[in-house]
């Protein structure tokens, strides 16, 4: 079972009633990044509130076949959610992933004697870029080319770790550690100058 949902991360633009807003009269990007999310499920067995053996195997085979990993959510849901969710987050332990709380909706109903593990997995991307549909000049409006935005956007969104801190940024966790915090500062400030040893002799004709 997959559920898709899209986000389109467009910037707020200000328009006068009766006119569209057109992103190429501003200083906005023309393209921006838009977040896909999907929604995988499996049920899985629980008439005692565990999974089997065999439904632990088939549950480690679903997730190896999503390429479980950093980025993804896994959820339970399910009249024996509380109880088989630490069977779950032992399999998805061997991945690196914990269980959230929680769980998205998804269709269909969960059988009394079953589980749902449901998969969220987000992915970033720039739809129609590059693109030079409009010639540079001549350009008597000065509006932005419809390029604009693809080659920063697009390698941020290939970058991102997790695309879901593109829609709403990463939450604290409530602890923070003041030496993770200033390493960048302190990696910097103990950094010896570029020229302190003097200038490299360098030799552009080569050994000989």
């Known amino acids: 079972m997959r559920t898709t949902i899209i986000f389109a991360l467009m910037a707020s633009a200000l328009a006068t009633p ?6 190429a009269r ?15 499920a499996f049920d899985a067995a629980a008439p005692d509130g565990t999974l089997s053996p065999s439904e ?3 549950l480690d085979a679903w997730f190896s076949g999503l390429g479980l990993g950093y980025g993804d959510r896994v959820y339970v849901s399910g009249p024996y959610a509380d109880s088989a969710r630490m069977d779950v987050a032992q399999v998805a332990g061997r991945y690196g992933m914990l269980v959230s709380p929680g769980f998205p909706v998804t269709s269909g109903a969960v059988n009394p004697d079953a589980v749902r593990i449901i998969v969220t997995r987000t992915t970033a991307s720039l739809p129609g870029c590059p693109h030079w549909e409009t010639a540079s000049q001549p350009n008597y409006a000065n509006r932005s080319m419809p390029n604009f935005g693809c080659a920063v956007n697009g390698n941020m969104a290939a970058m991102v770790a997790d695309p879901q801190d593109l829609v709403w940024g990463r939450e604290s966790g409530g602890v923070v550690d ?3 915090a200033t390493r960048a500062i302190q990696s910097y400030r103990k950094a010896a100058p570029t020229g302190e040893k003097g200038l490299i002799d360098v030799n552009t004709k080569g050994d000989k």
């Open 56 to 58: 632990r195997a088939r």
């Open 26 to 40: 501003g200083v906005s990007e023309v393209n921006v990044p838009v977040i896909t999310r999907s929604d995988y």
């Open 18 to 23: 009766g006119i569209a807003a057109d992103p």
């Open 178 to 180: 003041s030496i993770t």
